[in-house]
């Protein structure tokens, strides 16, 4: 990205001063209806984006039709303000400004995105599990990157992956994995990251969307965002070295490529599997295989991916000891 004076946006904006005595406010244009006029100009990345020119992405990513479909998507989304108290109507509410200086700053290379709001939730099976919630303005960015790669990384994803993927999810999951234990795949690793997405190598993730992102700009803007501060609820900030924070539009994105190393080395070695984020099942026809492969994808994961497994939710079990996305299964 070109070196110039860096700024975070800030949604404070001045009243339009009347000037000539005209009355701003009855301007013919309507926040949403300029976000859905300016969306309706032809996407610039299609099916076929994996093969295209990647040099020059910034300028699809930055262009006023691919902001104003992100600052529809996130608007749609909603969710709860960031550090800055900003909140996903008042955005909406000065989209053409908010648009026009994103566009600029992006092109100029002087875009910085804000702290990230850390907030906790409860799991499912207890504990609790850290959000990070960007300012609305980062979501729009995070957003309109998400637009532009995941037509581009998304083809390669292998098919037995399922999690954060267009027309997939928990149901063709366990769809899988059930068609495998009737198949006679009856022992499970189960297998549970620690941490996972606290743990994403920064270096290596930017290295996998180098293999296919030429755009060296993209690039350095994913680091920012990867590199952004966490608030935490006490008001303590802190620096990030490593991880992906859940709770950003780009997220889950990044999330799956970079397993999608460990979706290739299990394919590669001819296993079954099912993989929904950091969750993942391999079906073996034995324990004594099951141990075999769980002994070598720990060391694959901890070697070479630098991914520790959680020891405790991990092991090799019968069919009727694994929960699966919730799903128990019965054979």
């Known amino acids: ?41 032809k996407k610039p990345i299609g099916p076929n984006a994996g093969a295209a020119d990647t040099s020059r992405l910034l300028e699809v990513a930055a262009s006023e ?9 996130v608007v749609r989304n909603k969710g709860a303000p960031g550090v800055d108290g900003q909140t996903v109507e008042a955005a909406e509410a000065k989209a053409r400004a908010l648009i026009a200086r994103l566009r600029r700053d992006l092109l100029e290379g002087c875009y ?13 099976g207890g504990g609790q599990r850290g959000l990070g919630i960007p300012n609305v303005v980062d979501r729009v960015v995070q957003q309109a990157l998400l637009q532009v790669l ?23 999951a366990i769809a899988e994995a059930t068609g495998y234990l009737k198949d006679g795949y009856r022992t499970v690793v189960d297998l549970d ?52 924070p859940q ?29 929904y984020a950091d969750d993942c099942n391999i079906f073996v026809r034995s324990e004594r295989a099951g141990q075999r492969v769980m002994t070598s994808i720990r060391r694959f994961l901890e070697t070479r991916m630098r991914l520790p497994i959680n020891e405790e939710k991990s092991g090799v079990r019968r069919p009727d000891e694994v929960q699966f996305l919730g799903f128990s299964f019965r054979f």
Request: no cysteine.
């Open 247 to 275: 709770g950003g539009p780009l997220s889950p994105l990044l999330s799956n490529i970079v397993l999608d190393e460990l979706d290739r080395e299990l394919a590669r070695r001819g296993l079954r599997f099912v993989r």
């Open 65 to 73: 039709a691919n902001l104003a479909r992100a600052l529809l998507n």
């Open 150 to 172: 995941e037509p581009i990384f998304e083809p390669s994803f292998h098919a037995s992956s399922h999690g954060f993927r267009p027309k997939r999810g928990a149901h063709t």
């Open 1 to 41: 990205m070109r070196k110039t004076g860096s700024r975070q946006l800030s949604f404070v904006f001045a009243d339009s001063p009347s000037g000539d005595g005209k009355d701003e406010r009855s301007d013919a244009f309507e926040p949403r209806s300029f976000l859905l006029q300016k969306a309706k100009r």
């Open 112 to 124: 910085r995105p804000g702290d990230v709001r850390r907030v906790w939730v409860p799991k499912p």
């Open 193 to 244: 990251l620690a941490k996972f997405f606290d743990r994403v190598h920064h270096q290596r993730l930017l290295a996998r969307i180098a293999e296919r992102v030429k755009d060296q700009r993209i690039l350095a803007l994913v680091r920012l965002m990867l590199k952004a501060a966490v608030i935490m609820p006490d008001g303590t900030k802190i620096a990030v070295q490593e991880g992906t």
